[in-house]
Antibody, heavy 123, light 107 residues
Framework: QVQLQESGPGLVKPSGTLSLTCSVSGDSSSSSYWTWIRQTPGKGLEWIGYVYHRGITNYNPSLKSRVTISIDTSKNQFSLNLSSVTAADTAVYYC?????????????????WGQGTLVTVSS | DIQMTQSPSTLSASVGDRVTITCRASQSISGWLAWYQQKPGKAPKLLIYKASSLESGVPSRFSDSGSGTEFTLTISSLQPDDFATYYCQQYNSYPWTFGQGTKVEIK
């Protein structure tokens, strides 16, 4: 069973960089799409982007200029960096896996999620 | 971006009720829709994906229907564990987008 766990600072200063890591266990597949999603009371659930093996990425255009998602397969981890943060980036951040069906993984729905981590942007 | 609109925003129901939640897309998404359940303080949990495929372990009282721009999630007989917020999500066109949620509360 796949398990994901987010880690990183819970408080980031405005104009700083938000950095989170997701540790994955139970899935060493190189064919999964590893995704970041965030949730705020105001905007709801927002897809941030994904990283695929060999570092192929795709980002939400609304965040693309500030986002980097990377993967470290040797550690079974992937990471999110979001630069130039403001209070609007305060959210619960989730890492998730693109859904797998009959041993094929897709980039569409999300079948495994981390528990989420609250990141607050404040001075 | 494709906008996903759910109705109602809140639904009051009793155990045993048949419950229907509607999700409308601002443009056609074919059948590329997923449904999630979220309880307070927890991550969303996948219920249904890829043209009515029920995620493993999800009770068969959950079902969905629709295509194009209008979809429904139905809970055939509401159980105590089903009181939660439900979200739809489209994966037809980037960026993937979610509905704003429908909270199912106890009547």
């Amino acid at each position: 069973q796949v398990q994901l766990q987010e880690s990183g600072p819970g408080l980031v200063k405005p104009s700083g960089t938000l950095s989170l890591t997701c540790s994955v266990s139970g899935d060493s597949s190189s064919s999964s799409y590893w995704t970041w999603i965030r949730q705020t009371p105001g905007k709801g659930l927002e897809w941030i982007g994904y990283v695929y093996h060999r570092g192929i990425t795709n980002y939400n255009p609304s965040l693309k200029s500030r986002v980097t998602i990377s993967i470290d397969t040797s550690k079974n981890q992937f990471s999110l960096n979001l630069s130039s943060v403001t209070a609007a980036d305060t959210a619960v951040y989730y890492c998730a896996r693109g859904g797998c069906d009959k041993n094929t993984c897709y980039n569409g729905w999300f079948d495994s999620w981390g528990q989420g981590t609250l990141v607050t942007v404040s001075s | 971006d494709i906008q996903m609109t759910q109705s109602p925003s809140t639904l009051s129901a009793s155990v045993g009720d048949r419950v229907t939640i509607t999700c409308r897309a601002s443009q056609s998404i074919s059948g590329w829709l997923a449904w999630y359940q979220q309880k307070p303080g927890k991550a969303p949990k996948l219920l249904i994906y890829k043209a009515s495929s029920l995620e493993s372990g999800v009770p068969s009282r959950f079902s969905d229907s629709g295509s194009g721009t209008e979809f429904t999630l139905t809970i055939s007989s509401l159980q105590p564990d089903d009181f939660a917020t439900y979200y739809c999500q489209q994966y037809n066109s980037y960026p993937w987008t979610f509905g704003q949620g429908t909270k199912v509360e106890i009547k």
